[in-house]
């Protein structure tokens, strides 16, 4: 399946055209493949505005999907609720997507989410859940929050899926269905228009089907160039966290990361096992409930009062634990993660990126974490372990992008690499060296 670089190209080059790679993409948006993938389309429309794009522009009129919580004018906003389904239309886009309509970019549809992005998993009761595109005899878990703008990347529905992420949402799915998806520093990137979650942590980025593609994305999103380079792996000090990011790891994911080290020193690059103590701490920094259950409790009270009976239980539930945290607490916590980010990043200086699982599992069926209160131990379960590795980069203020590192015949195995606030740049470059070296 090309990536959007290649589409583009064949573009230009007159192999193709605008209009028949959208009504490509969107037989594929109709298909099974991307069942309760969408929440809202705008097909109709699509391919006339796929004809009218600048051939010339970053995008050339091809499709892009962007996550229910995002504003386009016109249109209510639900984040993937119930209880917002009638709420009053946006009056503009959301600055995210109208940079990507800018570009040349055609917004397809809005795509299917854990309702108000509380959640890693993707299942989603009122809309029904989308099935990884991974396994076509086992429905699967999509990952979550950004369910639905994964399924329509690794579809091939759409080149760019927007979405946000808060602990992980993008590079949950990304992981689990086997594409690319970065989550930039989030003060690079604007949130406005967007329903938030956290406030302190959320971060408007993308998932896409390689690293090129995820530099175009964030280039467009954040308004800025991004400077990669085109350095070897050799000239790279990288470090692989063995505590924290481990635990629980199945054996598919251990093999899978353990084979992308071999083929990475294979091609030069220097990786340094190294302890990362801090790790530790983070259980008792969050104890009081995190920065997600307190901000979201802010937004969501009055309307959990009005209408908490449409909520996702699930979802209720985490965000209920936001009450009883204490304006102290809140300060506390802001205080002690000021503190540990200084100390992480210390820590990490002499290396350009960091090395670890993006997820420590593979994606379960979804039959084992599908509604239904005897099923929560399974999902909360579940949810733990696929946000605690990628939730650390969120902690942190930093950057992280995960790509795929299974071979042909395993379920997807996403391979993160990580680092500080305001490292997007060697992190891209890191990447985009790392994914040759994959697919050699």
């Known amino acids: 399946m090309n990536d959007l670089h290649a589409t583009r190209l064949d573009l230009l080059a007159g192999g193709t055209d605008a209009r028949t790679e959208m009504e490509r993409a969107l037989d594929i948006s109709r298909s099974a493949a991307c069942a309760h993938a969408f929440t809202r389309t705008m097909f109709d429309e699509a391919p006339g505005s796929a004809q009218a794009c600048d051939p010339a522009s970053r995008l050339a009129g091809l499709a892009f999907t962007a996550k229910d919580l995002f504003d386009v004018e016109g249109q209510a906003t639900p ?13 503009a886009d959301a600055p995210a997507v109208a940079r990507l309509r800018a570009a040349g970019g055609v917004l397809t549809g809005r795509t299917n989410m854990t309702e108000f992005a509380f959640s890693g998993v993707g299942v989603n009761p009122h809309h029904g859940t989308p099935a990884n595109v991974s396994d076509a005899a086992v429905p699967r878990i999509p990952g979550g929050s950004s369910s639905g703008a994964a399924i329509s990347v690794a579809s091939g529905a759409a080149f760019i899926g927007l979405g946000s992420d808060t602990g992980g949402s993008i590079r949950i799915p990304a992981a689990l269905n086997g594409i690319v998806g970065f989550k930039n520093t989030a003060r690079l990137t604007p949130t406005a ?38 350095a070897p792996l050799s000239a790279y000090r990288l470090a692989v966290v063995k505590n924290l990011f481990f635990d629980g790891v199945e054996p598919a994911v251990a093999t899978a990361f353990e084979r992308s080290l071999k083929a990475l020193r ?89 090395l670890s699982p993006t ?82």
């Open 193 to 230: 228009g967007a329903l938030p979650l956290s406030t302190t942590l959320d971060t408007a980025c993308a998932m896409t089907r390689s690293v090129r593609d995820a530099i175009t994305a964030h280039e467009i999103l954040a308004a800025r160039r991004v400077t990669a380079g085109n």
């Open 359 to 440: 997820v420590p599992i593979t994606a379960p069926p979804i039959a084992s974490v599908a509604p239904g209160a005897e099923r929560d131990e399974e999902f909360f379960r579940v949810n733990a372990l696929l946000l605690r590795n990628p939730s650390v980069i969120n902690m942190l203020d930093g950057c992280a992008i995960s790509l795929p590192c299974h071979v042909p015949g395993e379920l997807p195995v996403g391979l993160m690499l990580w680092h500080a606030a305001l490292h997007d740049d060697a992190v891209l470059a890191v990447a985009l060296q790392t994914e040759r070296a994959l697919q050699e």
């Open 266 to 354: 294979a091609a030069g690059a220097r990786i340094v096992e190294i302890e990362l103590p801090e790790l530790a701490e983070l259980g008792a920094i969050n104890a009081t409930g995190g920065f997600s259950a307190a901000e979201a409790y802010a937004w969501h009270r009055l309307l959990l009062e009005r209408s908490g009976a449409g909520y996702d239980p699930r979802v209720a539930q985490r965000i209920l634990r936001g009450a009883t945290m204490k304006a102290h607490e809140y300060i506390d916590l802001i205080n002690a993660r000021r503190d540990w980010i200084g100390r992480v990043e210390a820590a990490l200086a002499p290396f350009d990126a960091v």
């Open 79 to 91: 984040a993937g609720s119930a209880v917002l389904a009638h709420a009053p239309a946006a009056k």
